[in-house]
């Protein structure tokens, strides 16, 4: 058995911290969703394009390849997540969590190098303020 499958099974935190970090509720909820893909997804692949109010906003797709540049992040030996190269200096040092908010479920990316986001929460921004 690997490091992260172990890791994954005590102390529900997976990948490398630092790096990014996919909690246990998040992989299964991961792993549910990408099986009902056309083809199967073999990992989560994390954007970001220019939105809302403040600036940015992430993208989270299902695929079943990266992308040329994109940072490749094996949270278990059958599941990964990609980052996109022009993503990967904001997102670096997340933490993907699944939140339950009432009856609805999401994935919710914590980001540390966040600054700040509009009100509706569509969009964040890096720095010193919205673009």
Sequence with gaps: MSNKVEQYQTEAVLGEMG????????????RRQAV??????????????????????????????SEEDDE???ITPDFSIFVAATAWPYVRGSVIDYVQEG??????????????GCGCGESVYFGDGPE
């Design 19 to 30: 790096r990014l970090t996919v909690t246990a509720k998040a992989l299964a909820h991961l």
């Design 36 to 65: 009902k893909c056309t083809p199967v997804s073999v990992a989560l692949r994390i954007g970001m394009k220019k939105a809302g109010c403040s600036g940015v906003k992430y993208t989270l797709d299902y695929v079943s390849q």
């Design 72 to 74: 490749v992040i094996a």
């Design 103 to 116: 009856v609805n479920g999401r994935l919710k990316l914590n980001n540390p190098n966040e600054t700040g």
